[in-house]
């Protein structure tokens, strides 16, 4: 099976539609949907649905994806290898961050690594960390800042952050200066990132709480007004409390939620030189956000 064919079919489900991918990267439309229809002579029956909205893989193409992600990944590897011994660095470099706070420091790290490599290329993604875990089991990113989740990949501390609750000014538990955890089930509740497994979702289901959901926003930012006005409350790691400002209290939660914040890295057994160049890079350089 060809590796590129298979990539251009990945990259075109990850953008849903053959006319974006061509927009992105350069190809014709036509020579992408010539080669997704070689590839699905080759292996003998339809890898893709196709509409008006874009495009999606069928259930058979579902069955194929992470064996053929795993392919481009070997095939990446192999030529960066190979590049690597006659003394050429190549290799794209895919990075993500859950928090805009080290958004900033990560993409400034890859410019100094870019400085360093400049044969390589690189792609940004922005996402909660339970995306960007996704992404990276499925090899789409090879490391991003992210809250700390289970799986098969290294892990870089960078620093302990804790839970906080962000409520009217004028809520009673002001003056105590702590919001215990439990009052989450009395006060109107505001979910951010709703349907997305989140920091607050595994606090909430750690701890057994059953919050009275009564809004739901985008993003913490998209909460503040409805706070302001004393319409509920709602939990955010304090690192993006931090970089938020309005007519609200920040409380710690009680008890303290804390949450581990890192570098999360592909596998060993699947990390390309690059990346592992682009780690050994970084651990020099985490000491900066400590």
């Known amino acids: 099976m060809d590796a590129e064919k298979c990539r251009i079919l990945i990259e075109t489900i990850d953008h849903g539609s053959i006319s974006e991918l061509a927009r992105t990267v350069g190809y014709t439309p036509s020579g992408i949907s010539k080669s997704i229809s070689s590839l699905e002579d080759e292996v003998g029956f339809k890898l893709l649905n196709r509409s008006r909205g874009g495009v999606s893989p069928t259930k058979e193409c579902e069955l194929l994806i992470p064996l053929m992600r795993e392919l481009i990944s070997t095939v990446d590897r192999l030529e960066q290898t ?32 870019f400085s360093l490599h400049p044969g390589i290329k690189v792609r940004s ?87 009275k959901t009564q809004f739901s926003c985008a993003d913490a930012a998209a909460a503040l007004p409805l706070i302001e006005a004393g319409l509920g409350v709602c939990v955010v790691n304090e690192i993006i409390a931090d970089s938020l400002r309005g007519d609200f ?42």
């Open 82 to 113: 190979a590049a690597g011994i006659k003394g050429i660095e190549i290799g794209t470099l895919s990075i993500g961050s859950s928090y805009n706070i080290y958004y900033k420091w990560l993409i400034e790290k890859v410019a100094e690594f």
């Open 125 to 211: 993604y922005s996402a909660v960390s339970a995306k960007l875990k996704e992404a990276l089991d499925d090899h789409r990113i090879d490391a991003c800042i992210m809250s700390r989740r289970e799986g098969d990949h290294g892990w870089i501390h960078l620093k302990w952050d804790q839970l906080v609750a962000i409520v009217p000014k004028k809520h009673p538990f002001v003056a105590t200066g702590k919001y215990p955890i439990r009052e989450l089930e009395n006060d109107p509740y505001i979910d951010i990132y709703p349907g997305n497994e989140t920091d607050n979702s595994r606090m909430l289901r750690r701890n057994g709480v059953k919050p």
């Open 249 to 290: 209290a920040v409380l710690p939660i009680y008890p303290q939620q804390l949450v581990d914040i890192g570098i999360a890295i592909s596998s060993s057994h699947t990390t390309s030189p690059i990346i592992k160049s682009f780690i050994d890079f970084l651990q020099i350089k985490t000491g900066e956000i400590m």
